[in-house]
């Protein structure tokens, strides 16, 4: 993890340092954030420690990530949302994603997938489904708003935001075998980690189940958007995606770290973000 920190701060890149500083301070509140939420809302269920390490390591295995970018507080709002959607504040978990999807406009595609989840199962749906549907709307009425009051110009506004969150830009056209191999290790992993924990998903407490179904669902989605999107050099798109592998990784790796096969791919995974990393200086 030292490795891959301090050298996102020594690859080139382009902006000034208190974009460096921002990125950096923002990374942190994310992390703290993540381990608060962790602490308050699932008792600790999911290793701290271990979460935050992958969080971190997902994240800064595109070093574009160390500098200040409209997804920093676009995953901050989706870390909050996740706690709103635990502790069951429906209006304010889809309030969050709605916010977050005006900073990085492709989210607001994963925004009816997640009103259905939101309703589905609820005692009452008719209330969840309005509450969901109040908190998803209202940042979006409230910014046509003000655009057609302030500067007249919502329809055109609008239009550019749903143009940026159709922008396509597919990862694989581009790719290099070093980048690919890390992605295949990381599927593999996740695929390993996602097959043992349906396996046990009965053995787990109810919130852990609740919370384990999420992530899957966040997985998911977040691949969809690396799929979709991944290809745009200057948007770190991996953090979308960060989360909810940091989650499923750790309870994996938690409850099956005395298995051999674990290990292993504990130490592939390490292995392949560190050659990812060293690709950049050769």
Same mark, same amino acid.
């Not at 050298?7 to 890149?13: G, K, V």
């Not at 790719?175 to 349906?198: Q, Y």
């Given at each position: 993890?030292?490795?891959?920190?301090?050298?996102?701060? %020594?690859?080139?890149?382009?902006?000034?340092?208190?974009?460096?500083?921002?990125?950096?301070?923002?990374?942190?509140?994310?992390?703290?954030?993540?381990?608060?939420?962790?602490?308050?809302?699932?008792?600790?269920?999911?290793?701290?420690?271990?979460?935050?390490?992958?969080l971190l390591l997902v994240m800064l295995l595109n070093?574009? #990530?160390?500098?200040?970018?409209?997804?920093h507080p676009a995953v901050l709002l989706f870390v909050?949302?996740?706690?709103?959607?635990?502790?069951?504040?429906?209006?304010? $978990?889809?309030? %969050?994603?709605?916010?977050?999807? +005006?900073?990085?406009?492709?989210?607001?595609?994963?925004?009816?997938?997640?009103?259905?989840?939101?309703?589905?199962?609820?005692?009452?749906?008719?209330?969840?489904?309005?509450?969901? +549907?109040?908190?998803? +709307?209202?940042?979006?009425?409230?910014?046509?708003?003000?655009?057609?009051?302030?500067?007249?110009? #919502?329809?055109?506004?609008?239009?550019?935001?749903?143009?940026?969150?159709?922008?396509?830009?597919?990862?694989?056209? $581009?790719?290099?075998?070093?980048?690919?191999?890390?992605?295949?290790?990381?599927?593999?992993?996740?695929?390993?980690?996602? $097959?043992?924990?349906?396996?046990?998903?009965?053995?787990?407490?109810? @919130?852990?189940?609740? @919370?384990?179904?999420?992530?899957?669902?966040? @997985?998911?989605?977040?691949?969809?958007? %690396?799929?979709?999107?991944?290809?745009?050099?200057?948007?770190?798109?991996?953090?979308?995606?960060?989360?909810? @592998?940091?989650?499923?990784?750790?309870h994996y790796f938690t409850s099956n770290i005395n #298995?051999?096969?674990?290990?292993?791919?504990?130490?592939?995974?390490?292995?392949?973000?560190?050659?990812?990393?060293?690709?950049? %200086?050769?």
């Open positions: 993890m030292a490795v891959l920190a301090i050298t996102s701060y %020594f690859i080139p890149q382009p902006g000034e340092w208190e974009v460096w500083i921002l990125g950096a301070l923002s990374n942190a509140l994310i992390v703290v954030s993540v381990m608060a939420i962790n602490t308050k809302s699932v008792n600790n269920v999911f290793n701290p420690a271990l979460t935050s390490i992958f070093p574009k #990530a160390a500098c200040f970018s409209p997804l909050w949302s996740q706690y709103c959607f635990i502790t069951k504040q429906k209006f304010l $978990s889809m309030l %969050f994603l709605a916010i977050s999807a +005006l900073f990085y406009a492709p989210l607001a595609l994963a925004l009816p997938v997640v009103f259905i989840v939101s309703i589905f199962g609820a005692a009452d749906i008719p209330r969840t489904a309005v509450k969901s +549907l109040g908190g998803l +709307l209202l940042p979006f009425v409230y910014v046509l708003c003000y655009r057609f009051m302030v500067h007249n110009d #919502a329809v055109a506004f609008a239009e550019e935001y749903l143009h940026k969150a159709m922008e396509f830009s597919m990862p694989f056209r $581009s790719m290099d075998m070093i980048s690919l191999f890390m992605v295949l290790c990381i599927t593999w992993v996740c695929l390993h980690a996602i $097959s043992n924990m349906f396996s046990k998903l009965h053995k787990n407490s109810i @919130i852990t189940e609740h @919370i384990l179904k999420m992530e899957f669902l966040c @997985i998911l989605l977040g691949a969809s958007f %690396f799929v979709l999107f991944g290809g745009d050099s200057n948007v770190p798109v991996n953090m979308v995606v960060a989360l909810p @592998i940091a989650f499923l990784l750790s #298995a051999a096969s674990a290990r292993i791919e504990l130490i592939l995974l390490c292995c392949a973000a560190l050659v990812q990393r060293l690709s950049y %200086f050769i």
